[in-house]
């Protein structure tokens, strides 16, 4: 019989392309990846893998174990949903997905607040660049921002939450200068791999050419307050912050709409149920914020 874990590993290369990535991705060590899956081609007696100088090449059987094992992890995660959705406890785990700025710079008061009203969901916050997959269980509910819904999957429930706005914004101290007459040129304050949005434009204040780059939104933020230059932001982000102001004679933009997002028999879940209510019901709290209606002063 066929071990599903030693699939997994099979899965990991082959998708990784090799051994290093497949046990960064498995939290393993290189060893053990190697033992399962020299365990795999041991019972099935083919060789899966070619390993060439960039990295391991799937053969032909390995091609051909590769679509089974797809299939295998596609019945697996099935009846993981299926009996995850039976599950009507507040009791258990609870994995939300969204990007940081809408954790640090919005939400976290409120997830706070629904951790006090649920103390038995355990709550695991998963705030990164990269979208968990929620087809494959990496997380429960999806918080996204959506420019065009028909580019949401159609296996996801989808919920839909106010419009998101953003803005050009520059520090309070570093507008007041240019009021006071400064005449050198201000940077423009780019996240590396963004750039200058094509939206944006600068407004009554003269920009330089030569910008000011930074790696993450935490930087640009900070970079910002401190009168580095001017830069694009979410409007909950930058109308919120009594450091910042919009730049005189430029407009919004909008990113798109959030979205609060499940998938299958997850969404039936008790505690599910309840986070998407409860979110749903603070987004719509949010929603002059997010559009940009709610300015600092």
């Not at 019972?43 to 094992?69: I, N, Q």
């Amino acid at each position: 019989m066929i071990d599903w874990d030693d699939v997994r590993y099979f899965l990991g290369v082959a998708r990784g392309g090799s051994v290093r990535a497949a046990a960064e991705r498995l939290g393993v060590n290189h060893s053990t990846v190697l033992r399962r899956i020299a365990q795999l081609e041991e019972r099935l007696g083919v060789h899966m893998f070619e390993k060439l100088p960039s990295g391991y090449s799937l053969t032909a059987a390995g091609e051909e174990v590769l679509e089974f094992a797809e299939q295998m992890e596609a019945s697996s995660h099935q009846l993981e949903t299926r009996i995850f959705g039976r599950d009507q406890s507040v009791r258990g785990l609870l994995r939300v997905t969204l990007a940081p700025p809408l954790v640090t710079h919005l939400l976290m008061p409120d997830f706070a607040d629904f951790a006090r009203l649920h103390p038995d969901i355990e709550m695991d916050i998963l705030s990164s660049g990269e979208l968990a997959n929620l087809t494959n269980r990496e997380a429960d509910v999806a918080i996204r921002v959506v420019y065009d819904r028909k580019t949401l999957p159609l296996n996801l429930h989808g919920l839909k939450g106010p419009d998101i706005f953003g803005g050009i914004y520059m520090s309070r101290d570093l507008l007041a200068a240019w009021r006071a007459g400064a005449s050198d040129p201000i940077r423009w304050i780019v996240i590396s791999i963004h750039g200058i949005p094509d939206w944006a434009h600068e407004g009554e204040v003269r920009t330089a050419g030569v910008p000011f780059r930074t790696t993450d939104a935490g930087t640009q933020i900070v970079a910002v307050r401190a009168g580095l230059g001017l830069t694009t932001l979410p409007c909950f982000v930058g109308d919120a912050d009594p450091l910042l102001v919009r730049v005189p004679g430029t407009r919004l933009h909008q990113y798109g709409s959030l979205w609060l997002l499940t998938q299958g028999e997850t969404r039936k879940t008790k505690r599910v149920r309840l986070f998407t209510e409860f979110a749903s019901h603070r987004l719509a709290g949010y929603a002059p914020l997010l559009a940009g209606l709610s300015r600092n002063g």
